[in-house]
């Protein structure tokens, strides 16, 4: 085993050396040599070479971590913790049933293996269905890549990306292979998934002066797995797929993600429920050996009862649950990556937000261009029309609107004036972009535009009705009082300015963002959504509590806010924010609703500071500066359209833009949750029930009241009872809230209802041994079957009587796929009893004097079920 692992990760190492000296002597060659060695050149491959890489590189998907093969999902179904306990016992019943007996009895063994087989087997059939599903709805959701391809610039998908492509990147992309930067504009790359460096690190074009620089401080060297923040550059790939540096980190840094609070608390109490089960073996072993003195026999039925009490039903369970809740999720539009993410989005009681295109149409308007007076100017919008079409970062809606309207008043001849000599991208610290350009006759002019606050930081001068004045306190005050006005009027509104004292030459920086002059401002409009304020109410109707934070103005986000249903009687900026320190912080998110002007880090900081407070935080959000609070939240919500970095950390993608859609989403959540904790607490006090009767049972009785054949069949048939447990409904108030784990509530719950069952029974017990006259020795195959009938039925019965807080059949009704086979067992069951074929299970033929009693027994337990279950809603509040 030693040997194995060092062999593993001497491959490791030795693949992480070869891609590191690689890309290391990519980074120093020169450009003619380094377009030989990957057979390509400045206006990227042909499709003929591309299609040749393909099949030379394979697709750009790294695989070397990945373990989700057939033979990995079906050693995943058959080793469980359950299985090996089973195949333990199969192993011990072989030597005492075949090996060291006179009449070799393999019957016992093949039922033993055959609940292995039906549980690996589910679980198995509902894994390959979860993982067809998965890949068929993956497909749904592929982030793309833009590469000249044949002179043009294509958009193909990003796994079709090969070694020798040219890649345009910018804001929000994923680098899609290891890469060379060609040409860099105040590129920033996020680096964190190989590095650890939490701040985004500037590249270049040049070589590095450093040659002894880690791979990772190369400056002109970036890494699949990174992200651009912001800037933009062209690159050529270098590797793709396992061949890339984090391709060949990929089998150290694979390894099974954090479980959570539900999963722990599923591992606790199988835990619990194993750790009483071979307490009790030797127990039960010990008081029949010395009882009946058969050792053999006692040993075999303390077996029998260690296979009983396994709940080897639960990882098919919880499989088929997620399985069929991603299913189900898939048909509400909602795509989950991450099965666990299920539980997680049912247990989400804050829903933060972000506004655009959420709460809003995501149909940006151009409404205004006015100056600083208020009134309409073309002017403004030809200024903001050259700035959106000449910046080469990510183009969004308010370019598109500008770049729209602009066209249609006839402004586009104008451009041909004009030619791009640089840009300063937009950033979240500065909230604006600026251009330079550069007419005909050599004049430079740089334009900017932003958010109103952060573009007037910048000015010093404003154009006020054809003259340049200073921007003094009274004209300051005229264009703020323009802003105010609209703002509060819903009007999302942006500042333009420019200057023409552009220097001829040199790289342009923030620096020369400085004494500026004022155009004025362009106000958009993007209505809120008629959907919203129903989706935002059927969330706090089901207790999720709807957040907004947005990177918009105060006022717009009010106006919005006030439509859809959002409170907005408390508002906090990003200012306010900032002055907080974190318990008050945590104060103030349990009261405010609406946060404004928030910086990426300040969302994930209000997010952090909801989870702190107990909180289970979902966050929405499609957009660069959504990842940090994407990645902090319990559950990442992105849409098939947003930028590949918000994909690329969500745990759940929408392909519909809408809450509703989510809503949806977090009801299956709720419904998932709700079965998997059906079965969970049914079996755990059916099992610690069962262990207070074999108990007294094997005190009382001068017989064991089940042979280990009988126990093993029982065992079998009540499996096939509860595999419709997946598929079953849950009752519309268990929806209403928000479902977090808690293994305290199993316990109280074991504690209640285990004894209850005991109590029944000892009743049977009591019946077959008085009424029946089934006490002797002659007669311990009549008690026998007696108690496989009660025992088989009334677990059947139990099934319909948890799976609801309320009155089972009458006010909530099963599914038909779990009435059906409890129908069907426990039909078998009662024709085995009171037929000759219990003769087949060593049992003797129950009379019909034992039906009515059968009946008031199950009548009986029925009935104190309910008043148990009122019993223990009133101590506890809820049933399941």
């Given at each position: 085993?030693?040997?194995?692992?060092?062999?593993?990760?001497?491959?490791?190492?030795?693949?992480?050396?070869?891609?590191?000296?690689?890309?290391?002597?990519?980074?120093?060659?020169?450009?003619?040599?380094?377009?030989?060695?990957?057979?390509?050149?400045?206006?990227?491959?042909?499709?003929?070479?591309?299609?040749?890489?393909?099949?030379?590189?394979?697709?750009?998907?790294?695989?070397?971590?990945?373990q989700?093969?057939?033979?990995?999902?079906?050693?995943?179904?058959?080793?469980?913790?359950?299985?090996?306990?089973?195949?333990?016992?199969?192993g011990?019943?072989?030597?005492?049933?075949?090996?060291?007996?006179?009449?070799?009895d393999?019957?016992?063994?093949?039922?033993?293996?055959?609940?292995?087989?039906?549980?690996s087997?589910?679980?198995?059939?509902?894994?390959?269905?979860?993982?067809?599903?998965?890949?068929?709805?993956?497909?749904?959701?592929?982030?793309?890549a833009?590469?000249?391809?044949?002179?043009?610039?294509?958009?193909?998908?990003?796994?079709?990306?090969?070694?020798?492509?040219?890649?345009?990147?910018?804001?929000?992309?994923?680098?899609?292979?290891?890469?060379?930067?060609?040409?860099?504009?105040?590129?920033?790359?996020?680096?964190?998934?190989?590095?650890?460096?939490?701040?985004?690190?500037?590249?270049?074009?040049?070589?590095?002066?450093?040659?002894?620089?880690?791979?990772?401080?190369l400056?002109?060297?970036?890494?699949?797995?990174?992200?651009?923040?912001?800037?933009?550059?062209t690159?050529?790939?270098?590797?793709?797929?396992?061949?890339?540096?984090?391709?060949?980190?990929?089998?150290?840094?694979?390894?099974?993600?954090?479980?959570?609070?539900?999963?722990?608390?599923?591992?606790?109490?199988?835990?619990?429920?194993?750790?009483?089960?071979?307490?009790?073996?030797?127990?039960?072993?010990?008081?029949?050996?010395?009882?009946?003195?058969?050792?053999?026999?006692?040993?075999l039925?303390?077996?029998?009862?260690?296979?009983?009490?396994?709940?080897?039903?639960?990882?098919?369970?919880?499989?088929?649950?997620?399985?069929?809740?991603?299913?189900?999720?898939?048909?509400?539009?909602?795509?989950?990556?991450?099965?666990?993410?299920?539980?997680?989005?049912?247990?989400?009681?804050?829903?933060?937000?972000?506004?655009?295109?959420?709460?809003?149409?995501?149909?940006?308007?151009?409404?205004?261009?006015?100056?600083?007076?208020?009134?309409?100017?073309?002017?403004?919008?030809?200024?903001?029309?050259?700035?959106?079409?000449?910046?080469?970062?990510?183009?969004?809606?308010?370019?598109?609107?500008?770049?729209?309207r602009?066209?249609?008043?006839?402004?586009?001849?104008?451009?041909?004036?004009?030619?791009?000599?640089?840009?300063?991208?937009?950033?979240?610290?500065?909230?604006?972009?600026?251009?330079?350009?550069?007419?005909?006759?050599?004049?430079?002019?740089?334009?900017?535009?932003?958010?109103v606050?952060?573009?007037?930081?910048?000015?010093?001068?404003?154009?006020?009705?054809?003259?340049?004045?200073?921007?003094?306190?009274?004209?300051?005050?005229?264009?703020?009082?323009?802003?105010?006005?609209?703002?509060?009027?819903?009007?999302?509104?942006?500042?333009?300015?420019?200057?023409?004292?552009?220097?001829?030459?040199?790289?342009?920086?923030?620096?020369?963002?400085?004494?500026?002059?004022?155009?004025?401002?362009?106000?958009?409009?993007?209505?809120?959504?008629?959907?919203?304020?129903?989706?935002?109410?059927?969330?706090?109707?089901?207790?999720?509590?709807?957040?907004?934070?947005?990177?918009?103005?105060?006022?717009?986000?009010?106006?919005?806010?006030?439509?859809?249903?959002?409170?907005?009687?408390?508002?906090?900026?990003?200012?306010?924010?900032?002055?907080?320190?974190?318990?008050?912080?945590?104060?103030?998110?349990?009261?405010?609703?609406?946060?404004?002007?928030l910086?990426?880090?300040?969302?994930?900081?209000?997010?952090?500071?909801?989870?702190?407070?107990?909180h289970?935080?979902?966050?929405?959000?499609?957009?660069?500066?959504?990842?940090?609070?994407?990645?902090?939240a319990?559950?990442?919500?992105?849409v098939?359209?947003?930028?590949?970095?918000?994909?690329?950390?969500?745990?759940?993608?929408?392909?519909?833009?809408?809450?509703?859609?989510?809503?949806?989403?977090?009801?299956e959540?709720?419904?998932?949750?709700?079965?998997?904790?059906?079965?969970?607490k049914?079996?755990?006090?059916?099992?610690?029930?069962?262990?207070?009767?074999?108990?007294?049972?094997?005190?009382?009785?001068?017989?064991?009241?089940?042979?280990?054949?009988q126990?093993?069949?029982?065992?079998?048939?009540?499996?096939?009872?509860?595999?419709?447990?997946?598929?079953?409904?849950?009752?519309?108030?268990?929806?209403?809230?928000?479902?977090?784990?808690?293994?305290?509530?199993?316990?109280?719950?074991?504690?209640?209802?285990?004894?209850?069952?005991?109590?029944?029974?000892?009743?049977?017990?009591?019946?077959?041994?008085?009424?029946?006259?089934?006490?002797?020795?002659e007669?311990?195959?009549?008690?026998?079957?007696?108690?496989?009938?009660?025992g088989t039925?009334?677990?059947?019965?139990?099934?319909?009587?948890?799976?609801?807080?309320?009155?089972?059949?009458?006010?909530?009704?099963p599914?038909?796929?779990?009435w059906?086979?409890?129908?069907?067992?426990?039909?078998?069951?009662l024709?085995v009893?009171?037929?000759?074929?219990?003769?087949?299970?060593?049992?003797?033929?129950?009379?019909?004097?034992?039906?009515?009693?059968?009946?008031a027994?199950?009548?009986?337990?029925?009935v104190?079920?309910?008043v148990?279950?009122k019993?223990?809603?009133?101590?506890?509040?809820e049933?399941?």
């Amino acid at each position: 085993m030693k040997l194995k692992f060092f062999n593993k990760e001497n491959k490791i190492r030795q693949n992480k050396n070869e891609s590191e000296s690689r890309l290391r002597s990519f980074a120093f060659e020169d450009m003619s040599a380094l377009y030989a060695a990957l057979s390509t050149m400045p206006g990227g491959l042909t499709s003929e070479q591309a299609e040749e890489f393909q099949d030379e590189y394979g697709k750009n998907v790294i695989t070397a971590g990945q373990q989700h093969g057939v033979l990995h999902r079906l050693r995943e179904a058959v080793i469980n913790p359950f299985n090996i306990v089973l195949l333990i016992i199969a192993g011990i019943t072989v030597f005492t049933d075949v090996m060291s007996s006179s009449r070799p009895d393999w019957l016992t063994v093949g039922i033993i293996l055959a609940l292995v087989l039906l549980s690996s087997t589910v679980a198995f059939i509902q894994s390959q269905r979860s993982n067809s599903a998965a890949e068929s709805l993956s497909k749904m959701i592929s982030n793309k890549a833009d590469v000249w391809r044949d002179g043009k610039r294509t958009e193909i998908a990003m796994d079709e990306v090969v070694p020798g492509d040219i890649v345009k990147l910018s804001a929000g992309d994923m680098i899609p292979a290891d890469v060379r930067f060609l040409t860099t504009k105040d590129t920033f790359v996020a680096q964190a998934a190989l590095t650890g460096e939490s701040n985004p690190v500037e590249k270049f074009s040049s070589i590095s002066e450093q040659p002894d620089d880690a791979l990772t401080d190369l400056p002109n060297i970036g890494f699949m797995g990174s992200n651009i923040v912001s800037g933009s550059a062209t690159a050529i790939a270098l590797a793709t797929g396992n061949d890339t540096y984090f391709g060949s980190m990929a089998k150290s840094l694979s390894g099974d993600r954090a479980k959570n609070s539900f999963e722990r608390g599923v591992d606790s109490v199988s835990g619990l429920l194993i750790r009483l089960m071979l307490v009790m073996v030797p127990v039960v072993l010990l008081i029949n050996g010395f009882t009946k003195g058969d050792w053999m026999e006692a040993l075999l039925f303390a077996i029998s009862i260690a296979v009983g009490l396994t709940p080897e039903m639960l990882p098919v369970i919880m499989t088929s649950t997620l399985a069929k809740g991603a299913v189900s999720m898939s048909k509400h539009k909602v795509i989950v990556k991450t099965l666990g993410a299920i539980q997680t989005f049912g247990e989400m009681d804050v829903l933060c937000t972000d506004k655009t295109g959420t709460l809003t149409e995501d149909k940006i308007v151009l409404e205004r261009y006015l100056n600083p007076y208020g009134e309409d100017d073309t002017r403004v919008l030809s200024h903001a029309y050259r700035n959106s079409t000449f910046q080469t970062g990510l183009k969004n809606l308010i370019d598109l609107a500008i770049i729209n309207r602009a066209q249609e008043n006839g402004f586009a001849p104008e451009l041909e004036r004009f030619t791009r000599v640089d840009e300063i991208p937009f950033d979240f610290a500065r909230r604006r972009m600026s251009v330079v350009l550069e007419d005909e006759t050599g004049k430079r002019q740089l334009i900017t535009k932003g958010a109103v606050e952060e573009v007037l930081a910048t000015c010093t001068l404003a154009e006020m009705r054809g003259q340049i004045l200073p921007l003094d306190d009274e004209n300051r005050r005229i264009a703020l009082e323009t802003y105010e006005k609209h703002n509060a009027d819903g009007l999302r509104m942006i500042a333009v300015a420019q200057k023409n004292a552009v220097p001829g030459s040199g790289a342009f920086s923030v620096a020369d963002e400085s004494e500026m002059v004022l155009i004025g401002f362009v106000g958009f409009l993007d209505p809120p959504k008629e959907s919203a304020k129903t989706a935002i109410a059927a969330l706090r109707e089901h207790g999720v509590r709807t957040v907004v934070l947005t990177g918009d103005s105060e006022g717009v986000a009010i106006k919005v806010c006030g439509k859809v249903g959002v409170r907005t009687e408390q508002v906090l900026t990003g200012k306010d924010v900032a002055l907080l320190d974190d318990e008050q912080l945590q104060a103030a998110v349990e009261t405010c609703d609406l946060y404004a002007k928030l910086s990426p880090a300040q969302k994930e900081r209000v997010v952090k500071a909801l989870q702190t407070n107990g909180h289970t935080v979902g966050y929405m959000g499609d957009g660069i500066n959504d990842a940090p609070p994407l990645h902090q939240a319990d559950v990442g919500i992105s849409v098939d359209s947003a930028v590949d970095i918000a994909k690329e950390t969500a745990d759940i993608i929408l392909l519909q833009k809408d809450l509703m859609v989510l809503e949806a989403g977090v009801l299956e959540g709720r419904r998932t949750f709700g079965n998997i904790v059906k079965y969970i607490k049914m079996a755990a006090s059916g099992n610690f029930g069962n262990m207070i009767s074999v108990m007294v049972a094997s005190i009382f009785l001068p017989f064991l009241p089940m042979l280990s054949v009988q126990i093993l069949t029982q065992n079998l048939l009540c499996d096939f009872s509860q595999m419709g447990m997946p598929f079953d409904r849950v009752d519309a108030e268990y929806l209403k809230k928000p479902r977090k784990w808690e293994t305290k509530s199993i316990k109280s719950f074991m504690a209640f209802m285990g004894p209850l069952s005991s109590v029944f029974d000892i009743l049977c017990f009591a019946i077959m041994w008085w009424v029946i006259q089934a006490n002797g020795l002659e007669n311990a195959p009549l008690f026998q079957c007696g108690w496989f009938v009660f025992g088989t039925v009334s677990q059947v019965l139990i099934i319909h009587m948890i799976r609801t807080a309320k009155v089972p059949f009458l006010q909530s009704k099963p599914s038909l796929a779990l009435w059906l086979p409890t129908l069907i067992v426990a039909a078998v069951t009662l024709l085995v009893g009171f037929s000759g074929l219990a003769v087949g299970l060593d049992m003797a033929r129950l009379p019909l004097l034992f039906l009515p009693w059968l009946l008031a027994l199950l009548a009986g337990y029925c009935v104190s079920t309910q008043v148990v279950k009122k019993i223990y809603v009133k101590l506890f509040g809820e049933w399941l």
